[in-house]
């Protein structure tokens, strides 16, 4: 079945430093939707991205992700990272007509002073 | 503004009790799920629900059935709690376009 894995539990960054959260993922369909969902504390998990087409790059809120197939990968990244930051990262996989997602492990990013 | 609620919020239960765990939305989507949240192991999909009767298992159903006979209720039923299901538990719905709306979680203890 499909699955997806986030290599890093816990990644903790200074301030101002560039963050990338890893995502890979497997999954026999050839069109699959890759998501970040981000979780504050305290709050609910929310949408931070959605994947676009093969190697094009989608950003919101000064993250981008690209989702590259010949790599099954679909990184995070942000080039300089706040505290408010701070959060839990997951990393989802859907599929064109298939309701059903699988949620990565999840990575926690600490920004540190 | 789009609203996924969640009751109760926190909950403790003896292990073999019954625990009835309320969804809601206002938003008329057809799709809702219900996850559960582990550390180090995500968000593992229990049940979906396609819209009202029409529910399919997820990925970890054992111990657990769902109800849902509104299109804007779903109900999570664990029947004999067990003290592995102590979790934090997530309901979310489905807009067109594969964004899933999240509520803001039920904490269930079972001792």
């Known amino acids: 079945g499909d699955s997806v894995t986030q290599t890093e539990g816990l990644v903790t960054l200074t301030e101002g430093l560039p963050v990338m959260l890893n995502c890979t993922y497997q999954t026999i369909y050839s069109n699959p939707f890759l998501f970040w969902y981000v979780h504050y504390l305290n709050e609910s998990p929310r949408l931070l991205l959605k994947?676009?087409?093969?190697?094009k790059r989608t950003e919101h809120q000064g993250f981008h992700a690209t989702l590259h197939k010949s790599s099954s990968s679909f990184h995070l990244q942000k080039s300089s990272a706040q505290l408010s930051d701070s959060a839990l990262y997951y990393c989802?996989?859907?599929?064109?007509?298939?309701?059903?997602?699988?949620f990565g492990a999840g990575t926690r990013l600490k920004v540190i002073a | 503004d789009m609203k996924v609620t969640q009751m109760p919020r926190y909950l403790i239960k003896r292990m073999g009790e019954n625990v009835l765990l309320e969804c809601g939305q206002d938003m008329s989507h057809e799709t809702m799920y219900w996850y559960r949240q582990d550390p180090g192991l995500g968000l593992q999909l229990i049940y979906i629900?396609?819209?009202?009767?029409?529910?399919s298992e997820g990925d970890i159903p054992k111990g657990y059935r769902v109800s849902r006979k509104k299109r804007e209720h779903f109900s999570l039923i664990l029947d004999s709690a067990k003290t592995n299901q102590t979790s934090v538990y997530f309901c979310?719905?489905?807009?067109?376009?594969?964004?899933?709306?999240f509520g803001p979680g039920t904490r269930l203890t079972v001792l």
């Open positions: 979310a719905s489905r807009v067109r376009g594969y964004e899933q709306y």
């Open positions: 629900s396609y819209d009202v009767d029409s529910n």
């Open positions: 994947s676009s087409t093969d190697n």
């Open positions: 989802a996989l859907s599929n064109t007509g298939n309701y059903k997602y699988v």
